[in-house]
């Protein structure tokens, strides 16, 4: 039978049935949880700027600076389904290594901040 957890400080991995957690690779891997993986390394509220008014659609812009990372984070904003528009171009968000530029458009609404995490990227290995 193989061995399939470890469970050290800061460190835990389970492995799929029939592989070796010692040996596994990480698509092998059920969990993979060490001090870097998935760390959020910042979160708070971003500021929105209205950009645009097109009728009744609102286009607002903000930046969100974070500490330079190796590759662009993953990340997690808070846009509810409030602001979803009916042409389905609802948000957009370009991801850079120290910042991520988000664009919202909003039907009939304001939009003063959106909530906000970004993540360490999972890197193999």
């Known amino acids: 039978m193989a061995k399939r957890v470890i469970i ?37 509220q971003a500021t929105m700027t209205l950009v645009n008014q097109a009728g009744a659609i609102n286009t607002y812009q903000s930046n969100v600076w974070f500490p330079t990372q190796a590759t662009a984070p993953d990340f997690w904003f808070g846009i509810t389904t409030s602001v979803v528009t009916n042409d389905g171009t609802t948000y957009t968000v370009v ?11 909003v039907v009939s609404a304001t939009l ?7 993540f360490r990227k999972r890197l193999s290995g």
């Not at 400080?9 to 949880?33: K, Q």
């Not at 991801?95 to 458009?105: G, I, M, W």
């Not at 003063?112 to 970004?118: A, F, G, M, Q, R």
Request: net charge positive.
């Open 95 to 105: 991801s850079y290594t120290d910042h991520l530029f988000v664009e919202v458009k």
């Open 112 to 118: 003063t901040t959106v909530p906000y995490l970004i």
């Open 8 to 44: 050290r400080p800061g460190f835990i991995r389970v492995s799929r049935p029939g592989y070796d957690v010692d040996t596994a690779s990480e698509r092998d891997l059920l969990l993979s949880l060490g001090a870097r993986n998935n760390q959020i390394i910042q979160r708070g």
